[in-house]
């Protein structure tokens, strides 16, 4: 065992030279050990060995020898000589090293920042090892979210994206990607980025960015390079990759691209976020798919960048693997399922729409060797409609799907606070499912007792016939545009059925003694769910055009609960951008 009790009037033994992440999980070890324990370790410089390591020892002792570090493990927490020595393969995987002993010794973290964290009278901790599930484990924001051109909107969302990326560094994630869409200027939020690299987490840009690799103002003198659609060439589509002119500037403007991205390695190159219609129907793109059209793109870019990878999207009309054309062995397959449905795992055997899904992401396994990471919609704010969606559940049999059919990595989209609100218990799930997806089912649990004791125990039933009530509407991709069809109807309405339940069990968590800030953002939470699900029943109940029309008015209003929440829980997406996926629902519904 490690007594952390005694080490904590010790020294944290720091090397000589420490890579940054190494000098900050040292801070961060000595600070929680002294917030557990009643003395705080003194930091002490060791000239050698060099490299990824901390040790606890007791006061003046010596270094003791390095533990060895399993080929399959990226870090490992070993007693030795009375203290405890840590090592990892990275200066990152060092500092999750740190936070795993602290975990061991009674800390839970929080994506909601510190004031949400829990850092109780420590315990004895016995050795440790790191042998993570997936080797990549990634958070994923578009850049609109942050708004980067409103300073104040800006200002406003930052200090919770720190908080978020210090509790993603808490739970051993790898890296945080940013993705630029056609209408952004830049590929980063720099604000943050000092953030990611103190923790040695890794800085992953790229998107849907073939716009931005192929500028549109080429059009005019060079209409050769981009697809031709039905009504002649066009410059709102992606690339004719049969133009070896187009490729070779995609292939060079990529390169610039990850050089801008500081510290980049990867960079993830996908076509427009369209479902269909971008890609080229030339004499020499015809007999290409979507899919291997973009893998061209991504081939090349690969070839030019000597080393890191180039990502390839699997979604929409590219979610079959490439027919004709064979990856580069640097260019990795993405595969990001958003049209599956959530009320099943994707191995569910019962579940015909994801069975689909599940081939696809076999045949991607074939095609690229293994080389396939998943992103998924776990916290997606316009997927879910604002609505709340836990889902632990499926998420640890989806994880545990993915890790078995050997998905290598796997990434969480999130939209800042507002996805900490609706899909809070997800992203822990999340986070906890990268490590073992066995783990992923305790996320309800750790959630409900950290932030709602003492109404901990009523709050997990809360959450797990939230969880349930919701099964039927998470069917059919985004739950703000119903199928009309008895299923979806039926989905809708059952979950409607349990509203009463719903709100008894929320009264019982805050009779319970739950904090009344937090119980009213659940239920505002709640009374938005309920609500555009009744909006959504009588769209889908319509009769005729003046039923549709007072349907989509009760929709659109629906926002007003979201903006009864407080603006810190709801966040920047919340405010403003709730509203603009709202309009874009209600017309495509108007439309239909
Ligand atoms: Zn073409
Ligand atoms: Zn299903």
Known sequence: MIDLGRLAAGDVLVPAG????????????????????????????????????????????PMPPLPELPADAEWVVRPANGGAVLRGTSPRATLAAVYALLRAAGCRWSPHGRDDELVPAGAGVAALTGRPAFARRVYVADLGTWHYTVPERLAARLPHDVAFIDWMAKCDATGFLFIRHANDTQWTVPELLPELARRGLAIEGGGHALVELLPRSLFASHPEYFPLAATGRSDLGNACVSSPDAVALIRERATTARAEIPGATDFHLWGLDLFGGGWCTCPGCASLTPSDQSLVACNAAAEAM????????????TIEPPARIAPHPHVW??????????????????????????????AHLERFAGRVDVFE????????????????????????????????????LVFGQYSTWAYGVNVEAFARGTIDPRDAAGARTERASRRFAPAGDAMVRYLAALEDAMVGVVRHGDVLLPPDDAPTRAGVEAALGREAELRRLLADARAAGAPPARIAAEEHLLDYTVAVLAALRDWLRRRDRADAERALAALAATIAHVHAADPDVIGTWGAHDLELTHHFFVNALRAR
């Open 333 to 362: 397959a993405e595969f990001a399922p958003r049209e599956r449905c959530y009320g099943h795992a994707l191995d569910d055997p019962g579940c015909a729409t994801n069975a689909v899904y599940r081939r696809a992401l076999d």
């Open 377 to 412: 919609y776990y916290g997606d704010a316009i997927l879910f409609g604002g609505c709340a969606v836990p889902l632990v559940d499926v998420i640890g049999r989806d994880l545990e799907c993915y890790r078995a059919a050997g998905v290598r990595g796997v990434s969480c």
């Open 306 to 317: 000597g080393g890191g990878r180039i990502f390839h999207l699997a979604y929409h009309d």
């Open 18 to 61: 420490a890579a940054a992440p190494v000098a900050f999980a040292a801070e961060e070890l000595a600070a929680y050990v002294g917030r557990l324990f009643p003395a705080t370790p003194a930091r002490r410089p060791v000239a050698a060995p060099g490299g990824d390591w901390l040790a606890l020892v007791p006061s003046g002792a």
